[in-house]
């Protein structure tokens, strides 16, 4: 069967060419010498990743291997300014982040609902032959090219955001505690990675409050170096504010275990060891008051430690009570990460854009191209009307 949850993609984008300017002269019957008046071309649709909190994978992209944004037109006659190219539009889930595909280098986080990036700008129209008319030239016979179109290969990959990821062994208990505590419904059986994909839901709280707790699958010791499932989904921790830690409490080294899962994230990010966390020790429905007593002098004492058991709903209350009290005492919680205003990336010779400015007392809103950038049109059009 299929998986639902698609959480990495390759996407081949490219946004629009810009259209070119005109090159017209208005020939009439009863004004012979009309002048110029070829229109510009219009600009190309860029290529925009836009932040929507309507999904939570990127199953939507998975066959969607090109993207093309539309292309400007070409100026026509009578100053006539050429269509701009419709914009293309990529809907991610909030967590999405954007890698060039053939350098792996950095290129976006989108992280909100409604945030907007433009990945790929579309080429700006090029300037009809109107625009270059002066007193000495009062009939160009040249316009301007369009600018060329971008390209490039993204490769989409999504983390997860949540308020609280959790993180044990196979088996640990985490879907069974994310079943209790909240709507969602994850695989529960008695064998080893029962969960092979993350897992959402949403916690209530009192006065109607509530917090997004994730379920990842489960870590083994070696998961940083690619065993067990990998790298994979550890990923999806990177972006909780707060961990919480699930081990077992039939285990023979409750401190034990929970040092291979810090070390295991340590060695996959260093950084995650700055978050707030949590240990559970799960099915104590198992254990007896002195045992459960004995077993909290064995615990790591920097962190809060709560004795739980989801299938007796033992425990829960005060579980929520200290994942509340974390979430609101973090004072380093998850930062929306801005992309850069304007992220194009000029690979291409974009010379024949250079601009001067007019001579002093003409208007200087108006680019210029160079003179060697020039593109020389030889066939002329011209308008033969009746009056």
Excluded at 116 to 124: C, D, I, N, P, T
Excluded at 275 to 287: Q, W
Excluded at 295 to 323: H, W, Y
Aim: charged share 30%; net charge negative.
């Amino acid at each position: 069967m299929e998986s639902n949850f698609v959480d990495y993609v390759k996407i081949y984008c490219r946004s629009g060419k810009g259209g070119r300017g005109s090159m017209h002269l208005k020939h009439l019957k009863y004004n012979y010498n009309g002048g110029p008046d070829g229109g510009d071309g219009g600009r190309g649709g860029d290529i925009i990743l836009r932040g929507n909190h309507n999904y939570w994978t990127l199953l939507h992209l998975k066959y969607q291997r090109h993207v093309f944004a539309e292309h400007g037109g070409n100026g026509g006659k009578d100053k006539c300014h050429g269509t701009d190219g419709k914009d293309q539009y990529i809907d991610v889930p909030c967590g999405t982040v954007v890698y060039n595909a053939e350098t792996g280098k950095f290129v976006c986080d989108v992280t909100y609902d409604g945030q907007e990036v433009v990945l790929l700008k579309g080429g700006r129209g090029g300037l009809g032959n109107f625009q270059f008319r002066t007193a000495t030239n009062q009939a160009p016979r040249f316009a301007q090219p369009g600018e060329p179109m971008q390209e490039m290969t993204i490769i989409l990959e999504l983390k997860l955001l949540a308020d609280v990821g959790l993180v044990g062994f196979p088996n640990a208990g985490k879907s069974t505690l994310l079943s209790s505590l909240s709507s969602a419904r994850p695989k529960i059986a008695n064998y080893p990675f029962t969960t092979l994909e993350p897992s959402l839901g949403i916690v209530g709280y009192r006065d109607k409050q509530s917090f997004v707790m994730a379920d990842i699958p489960g870590i083994i010791e070696g998961a940083s170096e690619g065993k067990g499932l990998g790298l994979r989904f550890l990923r999806h921790i990177e972006r909780n504010s707060l961990l919480l830690f699930m081990v077992p409490g039939d285990t023979d080294d409750i401190k034990r275990e929970y040092e291979i899962l810090l070390n295991e994230l340590q060695n996959f990010n260093p950084e995650m060891l700055d978050k707030h966390r949590v240990l559970a020790v799960t099915k104590c429905d198992l254990l007896d008051d002195e045992l459960i007593e004995m077993l909290s002098e064995t615990c790591p004492d920097d962190i809060p430690v709560v004795f739980i058991s989801a299938v007796a709903n033992m425990g829960l209350d005060e579980l929520k009570d200290a994942l509340w009290r974390e979430l609101n005492s973090e004072s380093n919680k998850l930062q929306t990460i801005m992309a850069e205003d304007t992220l194009v990336h000029r690979d291409k010779d974009m010379s024949f854009f250079a601009t001067e400015l007019r001579d002093e007392g003409e208007d200087e809103d108006i680019e210029y191209i160079e003179e060697e950038d020039i593109e020389e049109l030889d066939d002329f059009e011209y308008e033969n009307e009746e009056p």
